[in-house]
């Protein structure tokens, strides 16, 4: 099971840290993703780390912009977004990364609203 | 990285089968056998549904099958049943070592 925390209304420019908290597997075997989506549009890949936190990999809209990370003892995947903009307003779901380059369990996701 | 390019939508009487396309590039579907599919009903976090092109995980009825030609990948749903009806997003990884969903297909049972 997969539960996101953090979400929030936020203004342009500023930060937030979202939670994913794992249970029922073993946290650190896995790589873990973030994936948003717009209310009533397509998913986007936002974000992904690998079991041990050495590899993390990023799309082109939010690099150098986020930072995912984890914790392993808490069995946490974190994600730091710094200098939002309105076009990061999205639900952000995360997912344990499985059956080779696919995502197998996904959290019920949480709001981000970047808006003044 | 652009999204893959699905149709927005495609609709079927029960019983009868409906096929999405995913269409890519060389960067992205064309390189590697990493295409997925997600079902997604609305208000609900997306499902897994196949993996690396044409498997199911383990408890995706044998009705769902993929497939793959070129930079285009497919998804068919056999025997349509009233709970297929959901939107359906493929998922490829790219030679950037990034990941790109397609830009999503509504399924309609008739």
């Known amino acids: 099971q997969l539960v996101e925390s953090g979400g929030d209304l936020v203004q342009p420019g500023g930060s937030l840290r979202l939670s994913c908290a794992a249970s029922g597997f073993t946290f650190s075997s896995y790589w873990m993703h973030w994936v948003r989506q717009v209310p009533g549009k397509g998913l986007v890949w936002v974000s992904g780390?690998?079991?041990?936190?050495?590899?993390?990999e990023y799309a082109d809209s939010v690099k150098g912009r986020f930072t995912v990370s984890r914790d392993n003892a808490r069995e946490t995947l974190y994600v730091q977004m710094n200098s939002l903009r309105a076009e990061d307003t999205a639900v952000y779901y995360c997912?344990?990364?499985?059956?080779?380059?696919?995502?197998?369990?996904w959290g019920r996701g949480t709001m981000v609203t970047v808006s003044s | 990285q652009s999204a893959l390019t699905q149709p927005p939508s495609v609709s079927g009487s029960p019983g009868q089968s409906v096929t999405v396309s995913c269409t890519g590039t060389s960067s992205d579907v064309g390189s590697y056998n990493r295409v997925s599919w997600y079902q997604q009903p609305p208000g609900t976090a997306p499902k897994l549904m196949i993996y690396e092109v044409s498997n199911r995980p383990s408890g995706v009825p044998d009705r769902f099958s993929g497939s793959k030609s070129g930079n285009t990948a497919s998804l068919t749903i056999s025997g349509l049943r009233a709970e297929d009806e959901a939107d359906y997003y493929c998922?490829?990884?790219?030679?950037?070592?990034?990941?790109?969903f397609g830009t999503g297909t509504k399924v309609t049972v008739l």
């Open positions: 780390i690998n079991g041990d936190g050495s590899i993390t």
């Open positions: 997912g344990r990364g499985n059956y080779p380059y696919s995502v197998d369990i």
């Open positions: 998922s490829s990884y790219t030679t950037s070592a990034t990941y790109v």
